[in-house]
Every structure is written in C-alpha cells, then in structure tokens.
C-alpha cells in the first residue's frame, strides 16, 4: 500500500470561523453505525467555504451492549490531491457491559475544494450497538 506524507503546518495567518453556538447542536456531517468494512464518505462542500486551508470535526463514538470484548479501529481522511490525504486515527474497546460508553474529540484536517470530503473507515463490522457522529465545528481561512 502505497503511502504519502502530507506536512501539516500550523499556519498563525489563518483565520479561523466556528460553526457553533452557545446551546445550539453543531450541523451533522453524517453517521456510521460500524456495519461495513468499506470506505464511507461524507461531503462537507456545502458547509465549507472554498477559500478554508482546513476545517474542524468534532468526532463522537458511542457504543454499548457488546457481546464480547473487541477492539475497533477508525481513520478519517481528507484528500488532498496529487495523492495526498490528511489521516487522522482512534482507536477505542468495546465490552460487554449494562450501560453506554460515549467518546469524543475534535480533529483539524487540511481542507481542498476539489476534495471536499470526509472519508471514513474501520475495521470492524459487527454493529453491537456502535456508532460514530461527525459535527462540522469550525473552519479556518
């Protein structure tokens, strides 16, 4: 599998735009309920400008109700163009148990409007009560 290095520099001239407000949900990108092995992508165009360097993703997993204990694995990914992507990776546990875990976090990823995607993928596929959100928060130009 061939692979490519993108080098992500913090740039202090960007500008950056938040997409939240005080009491108001964030806008959903879209879900994933770990019912396929195969890439999911989500199109984020209409929610960012085509002038952003790079947008913000707040990333929630929840999981509950396990048959057995697994360990799951999630990449997101925008690309870039001339093969290039920006990958990003968690990883969490899933265990039988009576109630819901819940994780979160908020990734940046360099941003390209001949690319405005977010792209998705695990390695498991089993459901058991799984799912990930993707909120759109910020942006920056």
Known sequence: MACSVVAVAVNRQLTHTSLIKPGAPPTLIGTFTFNTLNTMSFNV??????????????????????????????????????????????QGLCYPQNAYSSDSETFSFTYSSDHPQIFLKSNYANGQNMSVYLYAVGYAQ
């Open 45 to 90: 165009g209409h929610l960012i400008p085509t002038t952003a360097k790079q947008f913000d993703v707040t990333v929630v997993i929840n999981s509950g109700g396990a048959k057995e204990t697994s360990t799951f694995c999630v990449w997101l990914w925008t690309e870039l163009g001339n093969d290039q992507q920006d990958v990003k990776f968690k």
